[in-house]
């Protein structure tokens, strides 16, 4: 496992990472971290009772109409192994993406218990929900920090009414 923290103008998230369980998804979001891409980033998208997400680069300027459209310039696969069966509880991080093996940079954190979105629960009909959205780390401090960011005001698209900006990611 791996240690991130996460500076926002909202406070601080200290992030566990599944690097060991989930390689792909855990090892892309640690490059990237590296990389720096996610510095001066925005959270462009913020559901009070389900989640906040973020890792768009046109989120750099928070009134971009493009904030939640664009990613690293390239795809990973989906990772669902069925010895990482990482439910979608509070505080946990998943990859967002548009579908099947589309994920690249974007990610959200849940502020729910967001069970619908295991890929391997059983929904209506007896069909699987299909969610493409792998858990990777769980925030380990700093839930207040969340909680005050879920609680945001938004306007039209979800889009937080006061930018709540990534200032920095770096390992811990």
């Not at 992030?15 to 891409?37: R, W």
């Not at 690293?72 to 192994?81: F, Q, R, S, V």
């Not at 974007?106 to 858990?135: C, M």
């Not at 937080?160 to 920095?168: G, M, W």
């Amino acid at each position: 496992m791996t240690y991130v923290r996460m500076t926002t103008n909202s406070g601080e998230l200290d992030i566990e990472l599944y690097t060991d369980k989930m390689p792909i998804t855990a090892g892309n979001f640690l490059k990237l971290i590296d990389d720096g891409f996610y510095n001066g980033l925005h959270f462009h998208r913020i559901i009070d009772g389900f989640m906040i997400q973020g890792g768009c680069p046109h989120s750099r300027d928070p009134q971009n109409g493009r904030a939640g459209t664009g990613g690293p310039g390239y795809k990973i696969e989906d990772e669902h192994l069925p010895d990482s069966k990482i439910s979608n509880e509070p505080g946990t991080l998943s990859m967002a993406n548009s579908g099947p093996n589309s994920g690249g940079s974007q990610f959200f954190i849940n502020t729910a218990n967001n069970h619908y979105l295991d890929w391997w629960e059983e929904g209506p009909g007896g069909r699987y929900a299909g969610s493409k959205h792998p858990v990777f780390g769980k925030v380990i401090k700093g839930l207040d920090v969340l909680s005050s960011i879920e609680k945001t005001p938004t306007a039209r698209g979800d889009r937080p009414v006061n930018p709540q900006k990534i200032i920095n990611i770096e390992r811990a």
